[in-house]
């Protein structure tokens, strides 16, 4: 009889007359949980080597979500093109938002595009584990593969978004300068802090059925206080004469910062010297939520390893 057979059995012989408790009786055979979460740093290393799987997962669903649509793979610079256009119609003309802001155009698209990265990533986050139920239950593998999967495929995304996005503000006027080689920078902080916030959001979602239904009112909440289509500077410390203490709070928000620095970086006239929020606070406030999302995101979801799937 092999080991785990001769355990079986002790484990019902011993059910029977009491005699050993079954968790002592699996240590003393060297049996484990079949789905027992691993130490963190095992469970990193179990992420790293399956990369492949990760890469291979967001590729395949990144293909097949817009087959079923004419315009195909258009959407996912559609979507983002076309909110802008309403915003600038709506906040821009009607409400007198474009006022004071050098290059209104490149100022929102430049917020949406940014803005749609980090929506889409942690709204995509909430489904990972909830949509993938079958998935999880079939196969071992770290539940954290899916989150991630799901970020990656954003990503990819956003790569094509990102070059239309570059057409789009050279046409309003702006030139391609050195400023430009800090694009990547500002674009892998925000992955890391959209991988975190994912992470979250991913484990949040996995047990509040109605998360889902939230959501569109936190994102939108988000956008309407993000500063996409509106100046915080201009707007709370200029036209509300608000101190400037609370326009560095709504720029503590890591979804301003991030869209801040982009502004900073691809609108000539809008560097600080013109008379923005210094450079220095928003480049502390994108690497902190890069740097505590990241950690914390993994930490947090690492913890329910073992309850993801059950129920």
């Excluded at 080689?181 to 500002?186: G, T």
């Amino acid at each position: 009889m092999s080991q785990p057979e001769s355990a079986v059995a002790d484990a019902q012989a011993g059910g029977r007359s009491g005699q050993e408790p079954l968790a002592k009786l699996a240590e003393r055979y060297g049996l484990r949980r079949a789905i027992a979460r691993p130490r963190f740093p095992v469970y990193v290393r179990q992420l790293w080597e399956r990369r492949h799987f990760i890469l291979t997962y967001a590729t395949s669903r990144n293909v097949s979500k817009y087959s079923s649509s004419a315009l195909g793979q258009l959407w996912q610079v559609l979507t983002p093109l076309l909110n802008a256009a309403i915003y600038f119609v709506m906040f821009g003309l009607i409400l007198g938002g474009s006022k004071n802001v050098p290059n209104y155009p490149a100022f929102l698209l430049t917020g949406m595009f940014v803005f749609t990265y980090t929506q889409r990533t942690v709204t995509a986050g909430a489904k990972s584990i909830s949509g993938n139920l079958s998935l999880i239950r079939a196969l071992h593998f770290p539940r954290a593969s899916l989150p991630l999967a799901y970020t990656i495929q954003e990503l990819q995304q956003l790569a094509i978004s990102m070059g239309v996005l570059l057409v789009l503000v050279v046409i309003t006027g702006e030139l391609p300068n050195w400023f430009w080689l800090l694009i990547p920078v500002v674009l892998l902080l925000q992955t890391l802090f959209n991988i975190g916030a994912g992470l979250v959001i991913a484990r949040l979602g996995s047990s509040m059925r109605d998360l889902n239904q939230l959501l569109p009112f936190i994102t939108r909440t988000w956008l309407y206080a993000s500063g996409v289509f509106f100046s915080i500077q201009d707007r709370v410390v200029t036209g509300a004469h608000w101190p400037q203490w609370v326009a560095n709070v709504m720029y503590l928000n890591p979804a301003a910062s991030y869209i801040e620095w982009m502004r900073d970086i691809l609108i000539e006239s809008y560097h600080p010297e013109n008379g923005h929020n210094p450079p220095t606070m928003v480049l502390v406030s994108c690497v902190f939520w890069a740097v505590f999302a990241l950690g914390f995101g993994f930490w947090y979801f690492w913890r329910a390893e073992e309850r993801y799937g059950r129920g």
